[in-house]
């Protein structure tokens, strides 16, 4: 997922390409970005966009948007709308760091899987049972989860105050593993301290995914590439996707639709469990009110901003973690971001005009002349600009790419047994 | 189908509606005891009695100074109610409501902190100001959808984010902040001038804000609007079925731009009560989440003014009388955020179970109608 990171820069202005994304092209940006990055780095001698800790950070706040939105993405996929994985998370938060404290973490990422599949089982029963609007269902689960994780907490926390609990937050549970590649890492690390051009860029960015790397990142990545196969590549996937696109055709060949939106939506609870679990087992060490932070919605936007597909879903998740992070690091990394951004523009502009597209050529050009402006009038970006920026991203990447992403046909109707006969 | 006998038509059409009337009743009260039995187990499950938590609650709710308080509570759940019923109406689901109003809010409170002219202008100079922020931010999710064909539930979600960072942008001291606060932790606008203060009605359980006037007048105005006019008619036709109303010449997309802006409007000014009548400024302890507060009220009364008024003033009934029940006996306050969830939930799933059973009944009562027409028929051919 690194490279879901460096890609980002040219990710805005990808999908108005006529051209189908291949890999070699895929390939081909990372390589033009890392080199854009790294000769701005050269240039104003600030590293810290591919600083080994930069990298790291933004893995780790990718990990709950990626896991978040493939719970979307399954239950999306079958034709349910959920925008509950807010509260599914929630449910994963709770569970994960409570049952993390009473047994151990990894039985507490298994509860708080299981947490956020009730979840789904609930947003299940509601909107493929009694037919319910997908909206409506998600957005009272999203009410109703983090009420009764509210009340829970405030009675039983209470007991546990010698073990460190608080009002509203939880006993701490124990660490998960984390993977440093002991040799490999320490050399990294030296090579990144020399500031050589490229070179030093990349040793950051691999040393950040090698070194204290959550064993539960990996799980994630697993997680998105196993969906990827079990949903594109087998029998059960296709049905399931079929019940997305057109469930009444589906049910004319024997596909039991109603089986696999329960599936579905069940797995995405799961999926979005695993995401807080994720925040309160690895990011924190305990559960607190209000931790999830309207994850479960970027996540929803992270996987719209990726058409719907795993790799889409991780590009996007990777562009939201990195933003994510960079609020949290050195202001100044986000002043060179400017630039960055502002080159990249500058380029696909020469790009545009390349392609006789005038019209997209000048309006790239402009923005990245304003950008080249901001950067050079200003010494650093204030903060809530940062926190917005992935949003900002996705609007305009959805105003620009609207009529080339495609969501599953039956995407959010209502679907009752029987229609196909 | 014509009846054979005009007066036990009418009897039938007359029992009918009182049947209709209580269906559309069944559903709000099934949905308001099934989640009263479902925090009943949940009270009990934890060890607490529940009978006596709900005891606390209406005794409270019941005393003046709860009532007054439900009220004022209540106006504001009513105007985001309202803000989110006009695009549901339409199908358009705003969930940008929460943006909207904070922006909203913001604005006012900034042009109150800065302008200072006698009350009627002022007033409806804020008033004014709240409802264009609002109706311009949710502008952009409505021109998005237009031309772009982007879902305004993702784009108003965005923006809800954005909006957030707004605020923080100009609440930076010396924006719409004073650049030296009175009170150095609290970043917040100045206080608005006294002409901007809105009127309110002192009673024996504590001061009433007048604001509940423009709430009622709201939604008078939202009722007329659907009812009476073209655009009402064209906002529920399109809210029906958009291909129809398409084929009939409703301009979809000036609807969707409309309605979204309308929406944004009255989102604009759920902030306004609290403003004008109770903080006076602009900062951190303005109330969080109504905006999705608005979506569960107007979707528990069923987007219609008189429902949201009833939902509205249950839901506030349920916040201000849970505040009471830490005070009283050890109960933690958040069983009420679980009832308020159980209820939406509750409350669609019984309206889905209502409808079904409703055209079950009606699909029974052709089928006995034609299967007596039939029967009929035969015995006249056997006496023929």
Redesign the interface.
């Known amino acids: 997922m690194s490279t879901a990171t460096t890609a980002r820069p040219k990710t805005p202005g990808a999908p108005t390409k006529k051209s189908k994304i291949t890999w070699p092209i895929v390939l081909l940006l990372i390589a033009g970005a890392l080199v854009l990055v790294s000769a701005v780095g050269a240039a104003t001698g600030n590293h810290g966009l591919t600083a080994s800790g930069q990298i790291n950070a933004a893995l780790g706040a990718a990990v709950p948007i990626a896991m978040a939105g493939l719970g979307g993405l399954w239950s999306e996929r079958a034709g349910v709308v959920n925008i509950g994985l807010e509260g599914m998370m929630v449910a994963g938060t709770f569970c994960g760091a409570w049952v993390g404290f009473l047994v151990n973490p990894w039985v507490g990422l298994l509860a708080g899987m299981a947490g956020g599949a009730l979840g789904g089982l609930l947003h299940a029963l509601v909107t493929v049972t009694f037919g319910v609007d997908h909206i409506v269902s998600g957005v009272g689960i999203n009410l109703l989860i983090p009420g009764i994780c509210a009340y829970v907490n405030r009675i039983y926390y209470r007991d546990y105050v010698a073990n460190g609990a608080g009002a509203n937050q939880s006993p701490p549970a124990d660490s998960l593993p984390t993977i440093t590649i002991p040799g490999l890492s320490d050399w990294l690390n030296d090579i990144e301290g020399h500031h050589w051009f490229l070179v030093s860029d990349v040793a950051g960015i691999v040393g950040g995914v090698v070194t204290d790397l959550s064993v539960v990142i990996l799980i994630a990545a697993a997680l998105i590439v196993a969906s990827y196969f079990l949903l594109w590549r087998t029998v059960f996937g296709l049905r399931l996707r079929s019940c997305g696109e057109n469930p009444t055709a589906a049910e004319s060949l024997g596909v039991n639709v109603y089986k696999y939106k329960y599936f579905a939506v069940i797995a995405s609870g799961a999926f979005a469990g695993l995401a807080g679990a994720y925040l309160s087992l690895v990011a924190a060490h305990f559960y607190k009110d209000g931790q999830t932070q309207g994850r479960g919605f970027i996540g929803l936007a992270a996987m719209i901003f990726g058409n719907w597909m795993p790799g889409g879903l991780a590009v996007g998740s990777g562009l939201f973690g990195f933003t994510d992070s960079l609020q949290l690091r050195d202001a100044d990394n986000v002043h060179v971001l400017l630039l960055v951004i502002a080159l990249a523009m500058g380029l696909l502009a020469m790009w545009h005009g390349y392609r006789r597209k005038y019209t997209t050529a000048v309006i790239s050009l402009v923005v990245a002349g304003g950008l080249g402006l901001w950067y050079a009038l200003t010494d650093s970006v204030e903060r809530p600009l940062i926190v917005a920026t992935p949003y900002v991203i996705t609007l305009v990447v959805l105003a620009l790419a609207s009529q080339r992403l495609r969501p599953p046909k039956a995407d959010g109707q209502i679907y009752r047994k029987g229609e196909g006969k | 189908m014509t009846s054979p006998n005009p007066a036990a038509k009418r009897s039938f059409a007359s029992r009918f509606d009182g049947e209709k009337i209580l269906l559309a009743l069944a559903a709000p009260v099934l949905a308001v005891l099934l989640s009263l039995v479902i925090c009943s187990a ?1 009270l009990a499950v ?1 060890g607490k009695d529940p009978f006596d938590a709900f005891d606390v609650m209406i005794r409270y709710g019941t005393a003046s100074d709860g009532q007054v308080l439900t009220l004022n509570r209540a106006t504001v759940y009513y105007v985001a109610g309202c803000a989110a019923a006009f695009g549901f109406r339409m199908n358009l ?1 705003n ?1 940008g409501v929460e943006g909207q109003y904070r922006l909203g809010v913001l604005f006012a409170a900034y042009v109150g902190s800065q302008v200072d002219l006698p009350s009627f202008i002022q007033i409806p100079l804020l008033l004014v100001t709240a409802m264009l922020v609002g109706g311009l931010w949710a502008s952009v999710a409505g021109l ?1 959808k237009v031309y ?3 879902s305004e ?3 108003t ?3 809800n ?2 909006a ?6 100009l609440l ?1 001291p010396g924006r719409f902040a004073p650049a030296k606060s009175a009170n150095a932790n609290a970043i917040q606008t100045a206080p608005v001038s006294e002409s901007s203060h809105f009127f309110s009605i002192e009673t024996a359980g504590g001061t009433l804000w007048g604001f509940i006037f423009v709430a009622i007048l709201i939604g008078v105005l939202f009722q007329f609007t659907l009812t009476r006019t073209r655009f009402g008619f064209d906002l529920r036709a399109t809210g029906r079925s958009e291909t129809a109303a398409k084929a009939s010449g409703v301009n979809v997309k000036r609807m969707v731009l409309t309605s979204m802006a309308v929406s944004g409007a009255i989102a604009g000014l759920i902030g306004i009560p609290e403003l004008l009548q109770s903080s006076f400024y602009f900062g951190q302890s303005i109330q969080l989440n109504l905006g ?1 507060i608005g ?2 009220v107007a ?1 528990l009364g069923r987007n219609s003014p008189i429902g949201i008024a009833f939902s509205a003033l249950l839901f506030a009934f349920l916040d201000v009388s849970g505040t009471q029940l830490p005070l009283h006996g050890d109960y ?1 306050q ?9 209820i ?2 509750c409350v ?2 019984a309206y ?2 209502v409808r079904r059973y409703g055209l079950k009944r009606q699909q029974q009562k052709v089928g006995a109608e034609l299967a007596a027409q039939a029967a009929a028929a035969a015995n006249k051919e056997v006496a023929a």
């Open positions: 949940l934890s689901f969930i998005l772009r064909g982007v539930v993702i784009s979600i965005m923006l984010a954005i957030t960072a707004v605020v923080g942008l930076i999705f979506i569960s979707l933690p958040e069983i009420v955020l679980v009832m308020q969830g159980t939406v939930i669609v799933v889905e179970l």
